[in-house]
């Protein structure tokens, strides 16, 4: 592990006012012996919303130009933005059928997770940066998944083309690919990973949010999950045992896409 007298990584998590993107600067900042927090967030409101702190800066990620001063002296970036799709208002699930999604203008996927994502990319690249972790999603392999109809965003091919666009950048990455996000508690359960969507065919095809930060948080810190690409789950609370030994972890893996 670190050296002890090695002074702390700096580390910017964006999209820190997101429900995931919230634990993973919680978990910086409760690691201070560790690392220096930053956050990223869109607005002010969000802002607040995570504490207010003076380690939290405000950009909109498709703005190339406003990322600069976040991204200044950091030694490490955690990319968790993603664009959102809301619920069409009407739907009345007694009536059957499936609900209706948009995204809001200016915000669909292109913009968010293609732009926004390569934005930071280049950024933290001009920057200095030493590490990007970026948490896309699995399903990237199937351009007919489901979640690519929702709003016609096509959210999950324009996440794999931030993914590629990172892989090609020449900087140090980590590219977590989860499943399904449950809120529920972390670090009770044994994770997994996988390559290709093959967890996707499984049972095993979920993961708490809660665990998805704690492994990004880990990816900082051992080589083994350097220039890695990995699709991540878990298996159900209380089956097999809650996974400790990240190093071990990583190691598993070798696809570098």
Same mark, same amino acid.
């Not at 950024?123 to 351009?143: D, E, F, Q, R, Y």
């Given at each position: ?8 990584? #700096? ?8 429900? #995931?993107?919230?634990?993973? /600067? ?29 380690? =939290? /800066? ?12 976040? =991204? ?21 699930? +007694? ?12 915000? /669909? ?19 200095? =940066? ?6 896309? +999603?699995?399903?990237?392999? *199937?351009? *007919?998944?489901?979640?690519?109809? &929702?709003? *016609? ?12 666009? &990172?892989?090609? +950048? ?7 690919? @989860? ?11 044994? &994770? ?9 065919? #499984? ?30 789950? +878990? ?6 045992? @809650? ?15």
């Amino acid at each position: 592990m670190a050296d002890s007298t090695a002074p702390r990584p #700096t580390v910017l998590v964006t999209g820190a006012g997101g429900r #995931t993107g919230h634990i993973v /600067y919680n978990k910086l900042k409760e690691r201070s012996e560790q690392f220096v927090a930053r956050g990223l967030v869109r607005t002010e409101e969000s802002k607040q919303k995570i504490g207010g702190a003076d380690d =939290v /800066y405000i950009a909109d990620i498709r703005d190339a130009d406003r990322l600069a001063p976040a =991204v200044q002296g950091a030694d490490a970036l955690i990319i968790l933005t993603s664009a959102v799709p809301k619920m069409k208002p009407g739907f009345d699930p +007694s009536k059957g059928g499936r609900p209706e999604f948009y995204y809001e203008d200016g915000m /669909y996927p292109e913009q968010v997770d293609w732009i926004g994502q390569k934005n930071q990319i280049d950024a933290a690249k001009a920057a200095g =940066v030493k590490h990007i972790v970026l948490v896309g +999603s699995m399903g990237g392999t *199937n351009p *007919n998944h489901p979640l690519n109809s &929702l709003g *016609n965003g096509n959210i999950l091919v324009w996440k794999r083309k931030a993914e590629q666009y &990172l892989a090609d +950048s020449g900087v140090l990455y980590t590219i977590i690919r @989860p499943g399904g996000l449950q809120d529920k508690d972390g670090g009770v359960r044994e &994770l997994i990973v996988g390559k290709d969507d093959e967890l996707l065919q #499984t049972d095993t095809k979920s993961i708490p949010r809660a665990d998805v930060a704690e492994v990004c948080v880990q990816a900082l810190q051992y080589e083994e999950a350097k220039f890695k690409a990995f699709d991540l789950a +878990s298996k159900p609370e209380g089956v097999g045992t @809650p996974t400790k030994d990240f190093r071990a972890l990583f190691a598993q893996i070798t696809a570098r896409f």
